[in-house]
């Protein structure tokens, strides 16, 4: 039995996933499958050469009953653009919507109740296989999807949290840090854990060439809001997309009648800031209470209590999602 109030996040397993292979140039039909465990090659390109990339959205339980998909097709472009960059299949957005939709059917029962702020989280996989050993592109392509219930992701909820400035980096200049590889989050795991034994949340990663402004927050990207009542998010190519991100910036221009610039964040500047955080998929918004820099501690709107305009986004992007508010045309399907 799950507790739907008390989940985390982490790995439950659900009874089924998909599964398809490219091989000789096309894709075959793909399955369903209660195999939570993938059969790969030992030479894929996937573990020798960090051949792969992921994807994360979650399917929302409505007041009446249905489930909503948030701007899944979002996702699709996405995992492309990095199989592009890492030359690997291309997934079809057609195929990759309608595996997403099958793999959340096949497990409605784990999609948690309407009001218990739980959503089941869906993570699409692509991954280069089959025998080589040479550092070049896979001849056969996996692709994935599954899913587990989940809940916040940062513990506390909607609750501020500090975050500290990292030395390291987490992306080189044109480097993959605008594509949602695994390299990009393996690099962060030792500055993440530094950050967590110095108990914060996690680091803030700065642009790479410079040092000088702020660019990603751990595995999501920040958003500031300033004194005159713009809303402000970093703009870099060494930055990942965020569909979260770009969902506020449209919500903060259209709903809330905001300014909104996508720009450099300099850290010397942060007093041009009311309030910030943190937007993700599996964050959603993460308030940021605080910033450790290298040489001293700022503070935003408070370090306990949720600034106002932070609030009226979360209230905004999840009553969208979970279907309470009105949704900008093409940004809900139902499965």
């Known amino acids: 039995?799950?507790?739907?109030?008390?989940?985390?996040?982490?790995?439950?397993?659900?009874?089924?996933?998909?599964?398809?292979?490219?091989?000789?140039?096309?894709?075959?039909?793909?399955?369903?499958?209660?195999?939570?465990?993938?059969?790969?090659?030992?030479?894929?390109?996937?573990?020798?050469?960090?051949?792969?990339?992921?994807?994360?959205?979650?399917?929302?339980?409505?007041k009446d009953g249905s489930i909503n998909l948030f701007r899944v097709e979002e996702n699709s472009r996405r995992m492309n653009r990095s199989a592009e960059r890492l030359l690997m299949a291309k997934v079809p957005e057609e195929k990759f919507i309608n595996a997403v939709k099958e793999?959340?059917?096949?497990?409605?029962?784990?999609?948690?109740?309407?009001?218990?702020?739980?959503?089941?989280?869906?993570?699409?996989?692509?991954?280069?296989?089959?025998?080589?050993?040479g550092v070049s592109p896979a001849p056969e392509y996996l692709f994935t999807v599954f899913c587990m219930p989940v809940g916040a992701y940062f513990k506390g909820g909607l609750t501020p949290t500090n975050f500290i400035v990292s030395e390291y980096d987490r992306a080189a200049p044109q480097g993959t840090g605008a594509v949602?590889?695994?390299?990009?989050?393996?690099?962060?795991?030792?500055?993440?854990?530094?950050?967590?034994?110095?108990?914060?949340?996690?680091?803030?990663?700065?642009?790479?060439?410079?040092?000088?402004?702020?660019?990603?927050?751990?595995?999501?990207?920040?958003?500031?809001?300033?004194?005159?009542?713009?809303?402000?998010?970093?703009?870099?190519?060494?930055?990942?997309?965020?569909?979260?991100?770009?969902?506020?910036?449209?919500?903060?221009?259209?709903?809330?009648?905001?300014?909104?610039?996508?720009?450099?964040?300099?850290?010397?500047?942060?007093?041009?800031?009311?309030?910030?955080?943190a937007c993700g998929t599996a964050a959603v918004i993460s308030p940021i209470g605080g910033i450790q820099t290298f040489d001293s501690f700022h503070v935003f709107y408070s370090e306990t209590e949720v600034g106002p305009v932070t609030q009226r986004l979360y209230d905004e992007l999840t009553g969208i999602q979970f279907g309470d508010v009105e949704a900008p045309e093409g940004w809900i399907q139902k499965v």
């Open 1 to 62: 039995m799950i507790d739907w109030d008390n989940l985390g996040f982490t790995y439950i397993k659900t009874p089924y996933r998909y599964l398809s292979i490219w091989k000789d140039g096309e894709w075959d039909e793909g399955v369903l499958t209660e195999d939570n465990t993938l059969h790969i090659h030992e030479g894929s390109a996937a573990l020798h050469y960090g051949q792969q990339s992921f994807e994360g959205l979650k399917a929302y339980r409505c």
């Open 103 to 133: 793999v959340v059917k096949a497990n409605e029962e784990y999609v948690p109740p309407y009001g218990s702020g739980a959503t089941l989280y869906i993570r699409p996989l692509l991954i280069g296989i089959g025998e080589g050993i």
């Open 180 to 277: 949602k590889v695994g390299g990009n989050y393996a690099a962060s795991l030792y500055p993440g854990q530094e950050a967590h034994e110095r108990k914060f949340s996690d680091c803030i990663y700065l642009d790479p060439e410079t040092h000088t402004k702020i660019e990603e927050v751990g595995s999501a990207n920040f958003f500031g809001i300033t004194k005159d009542n713009r809303f402000v998010t970093p703009l870099s190519p060494s930055i990942l997309p965020s569909i979260t991100k770009y969902s506020l910036l449209h919500l903060a221009e259209h709903r809330l009648g905001m300014e909104v610039q996508e720009g450099d964040v300099f850290l010397d500047e942060l007093d041009e800031y009311t309030e910030a955080g």
